[in-house]
């Protein structure tokens, strides 16, 4: 594949006003694609997002919504196709992390963990699969976390909705393949220059192998690489600094 791989496809990057979704929409749209960058409450670092993308000579818009509400998501993937087209790349990425014990994590925390997490992932793929599968071509990627393959530090809640996201992955992986449509999550722990890390970085960064913490870079690298290959799917793949060997 050519540098400009994605030219003419239009990725929707929920959770694009992050760390890792802002690294991940940029990289896309220098790969070419025509780039949705979501965000919940942080329009502006969209917008900021955007203004990089169109000053490179890009394609992007950015575009709000609350996750938590189980009809944003069909809204959503609806607003991109008036903007941008129909959705070629689903990179499912926003997330909640709001760490507490599971002693606290009461019904109404573990819902609306699960509802950003892993039903809206689910909704967007849902909504985003059938065109896909039509055009034949198709690329859905969660961002999950080693905390859904190892429990993690955050809590209950959210290591639960990200081990969701692997039986999803899996489940509808083996559903579209034959489409030209691939399925698959990522898997990264501890990475700087994001909302989530869950605690002091010195302290966390003596957690990882490598010695430091990883790059949002680092995780859109892998994101690509992922999203580029068509015979990669049905997969759960870390990038956690070696903290969880597999
Ligand atoms: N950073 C890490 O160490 C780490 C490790 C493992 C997994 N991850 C996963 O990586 C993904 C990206 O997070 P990040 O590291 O880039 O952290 P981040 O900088 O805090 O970004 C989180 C993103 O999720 C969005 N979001 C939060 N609440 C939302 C809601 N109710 N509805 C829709 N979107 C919502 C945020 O939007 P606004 O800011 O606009 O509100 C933001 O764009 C997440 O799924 C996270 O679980 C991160």
Known sequence: MTEREFAGRVALITGGSGGIGAELSRRLAAAGAAVAVHYAANRGAAEDVVADIAGS?????????????????????????????????????AGLSRPASWEDVDAAAFDETLAVNLRAPYLLARRSLPGMRERRFG????????????????????????????????????????DGVTVNAIAPALIEQTGMLPGDPGALSERVPVGRLGRPGEVADLAMAVLRNGYVTNQVISVDGGIHPR
């Open 139 to 178: 690329r859905i990627l969660f961002t999950s976390s080693v905390a859904g393959l190892t429990g993690g530090i955050v809590g209950p809640h959210y290591a639960s909705s990200k081990a969701g996201l692997h039986g999803l992955a899996h489940f509808l992986a083996a559903r579209v393949a034959a």
């Open 57 to 93: 000579g890009g394609r992007a818009t950015a575009i709000g919504a609350d996750l938590r509400a189980a009809d944003t998501a069909e809204q959503l993937v609806g607003s991109v196709e008036r903007e941008l087209g129909p959705v070629d790349v689903l990179a499912a990425n």
